[in-house]
């Protein structure tokens, strides 16, 4: 396919901002925002047994389990608040600026999440205490993806971008899940048995504190983004108000960026819920549904975890190569039919059969987490530098809340533990299925950063065909 002729003055492309003078600050800062944002949400998975006994007590394991991933559904739907929130002052005073606030945020509410009483010391009070911290947690995590992605994209070469998407969105929560096991077999080690019940768990929340003490890195060594400081400098210039001044929140939701916006929310679903129903299902999918016993359980979810980090690397370079579109549409048809039957390789497995169990959560692991790893940067390529951070953080969390909620679903439809896999198995294929649906609807972005519309224009169309070399400049 030719490339149309760019004479006519109106044709021109203008030049593509520069990229932060050091960037691989900015770049280190958001993979390892995200990696703790997802790793303060880990923890709750991790533990969701003791949680469940001692702050959640029910009749039945599956009930307590329910209400954990409830309390855990509770952070996930006030990320979209949180986002917006944080989305709208990152567009206004600066990506950096807020980095710092969220990250903080988010280390010191899942710190307190470990010193709530137990049901048996205050009785109903702690259960309310415990989703409390959580709707503010969920605040502040919604507010770390309405920065990491922006900063990390918007300062690294075009070259780089579908690299960085991956490795912020698939790889941040690939090293947060490590480092969330690493956790585990390290406090399980030092609080064996029953002890883990009684304090290794909440040891584990405090470790969220971790997080908290990189906005100090983030405050000292990052700058801030390019395309931000440009558009801010632009205004200036011509002696309007800036364009976030222009743009409202409600310009999400109504006239051009309406169809764009609902659209984006649903490839973030359907990408949310894939990995929602495999990693983010995976430590208790192996503890309550296999059995398997806490410290091979520990070594395996690192395995994946690591697994997700290359995946997702691997998958978001594709897509600088492919096309968004091509690559989420290429490793969403495996998935179809992937996801399910590795889920039910996994439930037939033997709890002692620890090589057999890796390799299978590890390719769970793999293909799931690929099929969002170009979604990041596909939807930071919708939505022009005024209001790229509230319009992908607001896309990438509903639709990940969205997808979020259907664990909690599968346990409650589950009647018994041995009914979980069999429906854990249709969500997944129906997850998928929408994914795919959302992304064929979907235009192709890759190029499009570099075209970011005016506040008074309509969303910028790439102009990067869908079978050209991907862009390397």
Do not use: C
């Not at 983030?218 to 983004?225: C, F, N, P, T």
């Not at 169990?357 to 590890?362: F, H, I």
């Not at 506040?455 to 400049?473: F, I, K, N, Q």
């Amino acid at each position: 396919m030719s490339q149309p002729e760019m004479s006519q003055p109106e044709m021109s492309q203008p030049a593509a901002p520069p990229a932060a003078r050091s960037p691989l600050p900015a770049a280190f800062a958001s993979v390892m925002g995200w990696a703790f944002d997802l790793f303060d949400l880990f923890l709750l998975l991790y533990v969701a047994g003791p949680v469940g006994s001692v702050i959640f007590p029910a009749e039945s394991e599956t009930l307590s389990l329910a209400l954990v991933f409830a309390s855990f559904a509770v952070s996930i739907v006030m990320r979209p608040s949180g986002a917006a929130f944080f989305g709208e002052l990152a567009d206004r005073i600066g990506r950096k600026k807020i980095m710092v606030t969220v990250l903080a945020g988010v280390g010191l509410s899942t710190a307190a999440l470990g010193l709530v009483p137990s049901h048996d010391a205050i009785g109903l009070a702690a259960p309310v205490i415990f989703i409390a911290i959580r709707i503010v947690q969920g605040l502040f995590v919604g507010g770390v993806t309405a920065t990491t992605h922006t900063l990390g994209t918007e300062s690294v070469p075009a070259r780089y971008r579908g690299l960085m998407s991956g490795l912020v969105g698939g790889g941040g929560a690939g090293l947060g899940a490590a480092m969330a096991s690493i956790a585990f077999i390290v406090i399980t080690q030092l609080f064996p048995g029953d002890s883990f019940y009684g304090w290794g768990w909440r040891v584990m929340f405090f470790t969220g504190l971790l997080g908290a003490a990189l906005s100090l890195f983030v405050l000292r060594k990052v700058e801030e983004s390019p395309m931000w400081l440009e558009a801010q400098a632009e205004a200036k210039r011509s002696g309007v108000a800036a364009p976030t001044e222009k743009m409202r929140f409600k310009d999400l939701f109504t006239g051009r960026y309406r169809a764009i916006t609902f659209l984006n929310i649903a490839v973030a679903a359907g990408a949310g819920a894939q990995y929602y129903l495999t990693s983010g299902f995976m430590p208790t999918f192996l503890g309550s549904v296999i059995g398997m016993p806490a410290g091979p359980r520990g070594w395996v979810l690192l395995g994946a975890s690591l697994a997700v980090v290359v995946a997702a690397g691997l998958a978001g370079e594709l897509s600088e190569r492919l096309g968004r579109r091509r690559t989420m549409l290429l490793i969403g048809s495996a998935n179809v039919v992937a996801l399910p039957l590795i889920v039910l390789g996994l439930a037939s497995a033997d709890a002692s059969a620890t090589g057999r169990v890796l390799l299978l959560t590890v390719l769970l692991a793999f293909f799931a987490n690929a099929a969002y790893a170009p979604v990041m940067i596909f939807l930071n390529e919708r939505y022009p530098t005024a209001i790229r951070s509230r319009g992908t953080a607001i896309s990438w969390n509903t639709g990940f809340m969205l997808g979020g909620l259907l664990p909690t679903f599968v346990t409650l439809l589950s009647p018994d533990v041995s009914d979980i896999p069999g429906r854990l198995t249709l969500f997944i294929i129906g997850s998928v299925v929408v994914f795919l649906v959302a992304v064929a609807a979907s235009p192709e972005t890759r190029g499009a950063l570099e075209r970011p519309a005016p506040a008074d224009a309509d969303p910028p169309t790439p102009a990067v065909p869908t079978d050209s070399p991907a862009p390397r400049g």
